[in-house]
T-cell receptor, first 113, second 116 residues
C-alpha cells in the first residue's frame, strides 16, 4: 500500500493569501509529481521532481512553485492565491519498478474566494 | 492537443453486467498504459496496466485489451458491482521509448455508474 500524504485535504481562503500544500511520502521514492485536476477534466502535470534539489515545470503552466529539499517532502506554494487557482491538487510519487505506476495522495481541494 | 482521449464522459451499466470503458491515444511513443479509479474527494488508485508488447492483461474481474494498430485500449469489468461506481482514468507513458516527458498523460476520465 502506498504511503503518500497530503495536507490540508480541504482549504477555503481569500484572494491574495499565500498558501502551501504539503505532500510527504515514506516510500523513499525519488520521483514526485503535482497534478491539477478540475471536475470532468484530465489530470494536468504542473510540477515534477527527480530528486533532492531537482524541480521542473510540467505540461500545464502554473503560477505555483515547488521545492524539494528532502526526498520525502514536496510542498507546493501559491504566493498570492486567486479564484482561478480553485482546483484539486494531487501529489504523486513513482517507484523504481518498470511499470511507471504513480502512487497518489488523497488530494487537496483548494477554493479561493 | 489531447494525446489520451476518453470520449465517453459517463457510462451507466446494470449490476452484474459487463462494463466496457474505452480509451484512444495519438502518441505512437506511448509504450505503457494504465487505468486508474477515482472516488470523489480522493486521489486516483491504480487498477491495472498493460505493456505495449502485450494485447491483453487480466486481473480478477478486470481485463485490459490493447489494439496497437488502432491506438485503442479498453477496460472490461465483469461482473460489474456497485462499488465499481467511480471515475476511471486512462493513462499512458513513453517510459521505454524515450519520447515525451516523464510521468503519465491522462485522459479526461469516464464516470461509471453501476445501477442496481
Amino acid at each position: 500500500e502506498a504511503d503518500i500524504y497530503q495536507t490540508p485535504r480541504y482549504l477555503v481562503i481569500g484572494t491574495g493569501k499565500k498558501i502551501t500544500l504539503e505532500c510527504s511520502q515514506t516510500m523513499g521514492h525519488d520521483k514526485m509529481y503535482w497534478y491539477q485536476q478540475d471536475p470532468g477534466m484530465e489530470l494536468h502535470l504542473i510540477h515534477y521532481s527527480y530528486g533532492v534539489n531537482s524541480t521542473e515545470k510540467g505540461d500545464l503552466s502554473s503560477e505555483s512553485t515547488v521545492s524539494r529539499i528532502r526526498t520525502e517532502h514536496f510542498p507546493l506554494t501559491l504566493e498570492s492565491a486567486r479564484p482561478s487557482h480553485t482546483s484539486q491538487y494531487l501529489c504523486a510519487s513513482m517507484g523504481r519498478a518498470k511499470t511507471g505506476e504513480l502512487f497518489f495522495g488523497e488530494g487537496s481541494r483548494l477554493t479561493v474566494l | 492537443d489531447q494525446q489520451v482521449k476518453q470520449n465517453s464522459p459517463s457510462l451507466s451499466v446494470q449490476e452484474g453486467r459487463i462494463s466496457i470503458l474505452n480509451c484512444d491515444y495519438t502518441n505512437s511513443m506511448f509504450d505503457y498504459f494504465l487505468w486508474y479509479k477515482k472516488y470523489p474527494a480522493e486521489g486516483p488508485t491504480f487498477l491495472i496496466s498493460i505493456s505495449s508488447i502485450k494485447d491483453k492483461n487480466e486481473d480478477g474481474r478486470f481485463t485490459v485489451f490493447l489494439n496497437k494498430s488502432a491506438k485503442h485500449l479498453s477496460l472490461h469489468i465483469v461482473p460489474s458491482q456497485p462499488g465499481d461506481s467511480a471515475v476511471y482514468f486512462c493513462a499512458a507513458s513513453a517510459r521505454y521509448s524515450g519520447g515525451g516527458a516523464d510521468g503519465l498523460t491522462f485522459g479526461k476520465g469516464t464516470h461509471l455508474i453501476i445501477q442496481p
